[in-house]
């Protein structure tokens, strides 16, 4: 009786843990990684015989699956330092026991490896790899998030694997089938943002408490002003190579090099703002700004080729 009183009680607390483990994989990170998964979707249009849209949806609901386990489990793994830098995230304030969030993570990876029953095969693995980079990225014995050649190997392989999930769901395996040029000069350009630009902006706000871990991530070898001149400087360089391949190759991305220009204005901007006022608010704003254009530029690449 006592088990099943407890097991009563600790139903009510399940959305609550639910809520807080959503809120710790960053629910803007899920969000854009469902737009990642979307644009591969969408750009392999030309050359899918006829898509199937529940076979689309239950891709993304893996690929998104995989990727609240990472996030989570990162999460985990950066209690220490990411309570040194002023993390409000749930487990750095003591919301959401590590255990917990832990638990959640796995059964997280499990329902992702379930989502891709009945997928095309390549899809399986897909979503297996992204786990499989995630573990390695946070978990030992490697802890690739150590070091800024790691963070951009994983990063530069899960934003790949997203994309490629989109074109094998849609195009039935992607056997025999080539990648549409649109796809494979807007997957390198958002993979370019995404590590280019992204690593030096979520860095800012993360120096501290990472060079108290030992971590010697991209921010703490390069240091502040190194960060923003890294961000602003890559920002202008890949949109300038976004309109040349939309210019030169013919690419149907005219879209999305105007929601990317924008967005380089923003960062650039936001790179050269003097910091205000003290604190980690500050230091966001242009990891900020970056998130925003991500989201932007790929939403602009579903709309404009379905």
């Not at 800024?148 to 989109?166: D, E, F, I, M, P």
């Not at 990648?179 to 979520?202: E, N, R, S, T, Y």
């Not at 202008?236 to 030169?248: F, I, P, Q």
Request: glycine letters at 12%; hydrophobic letters at 55%; proline letters at 6%.
């Amino acid at each position: 009786m006592a088990a099943i009183a407890l097991g009563l009680r600790a139903v009510p607390a399940l959305p609550r843990i639910l809520a807080l483990c959503l809120a710790e994989a960053r629910p803007l990170v899920l969000a854009v990684s469902l737009l990642r998964f979307l644009s591969g979707v969408a750009l392999a249009l030309p050359v899918a015989a006829a898509p199937d849209p529940p076979a689309v949806l239950r891709g993304a609901a893996a690929w998104v699956l995989s990727i609240f386990a990472v996030y989570l489990f990162n999460g985990v793994t950066d209690v220490t330092e990411d309570r040194i830098n002023g993390s409000g995230r749930p487990i750095a304030r003591g919301d959401l026991t590590p255990r917990t969030a832990a638990a959640v993570a796995a059964a997280g990876a499990g329902l992702a490896m379930l989502a891709t029953v009945g997928l095309p095969e390549p899809m399986a693995w897909i979503v297996a790899g992204n786990l499989v980079l995630g573990y390695l990225y946070s978990g030992p014995p490697l802890q690739l998030k150590g070091s800024a050649g790691g963070t951009v190997a994983v990063l530069c392989l899960s934003g790949l694997l997203s994309y490629l999930g989109g074109f094998v769901v849609v195009t039935a395996g992607g056997t025999g089938v080539a990648v549409p040029p649109g796809l494979a000069v807007f997957a390198a350009a958002a993979i370019g943002w995404m590590v280019l630009v992204g690593v030096p902006a979520k860095d800012l706000s993360d120096i501290e408490g990472d060079a108290a871990a030992g971590r010697r991530t991209f921010g703490v070898l390069v240091g502040e002003r190194g960060a923003r001149l890294a961000m602003a400087a890559a920002s202008l360089a890949l949109c300038v190579a976004l309109g040349a391949a939309v210019w030169w190759l013919g690419a149907p991305l005219l879209g999305v090099f105007v929601a990317m220009a924008a967005g380089s204005a923003g960062v650039v901007a936001a790179a050269r703002r003097r910091r205000a006022e003290k604190g980690r608010r500050s230091l966001r704003r242009p990891y900020g700004v970056f998130m925003g254009t991500q989201h932007v530029v790929h939403l602009t690449a579903v709309v404009c080729a379905i």
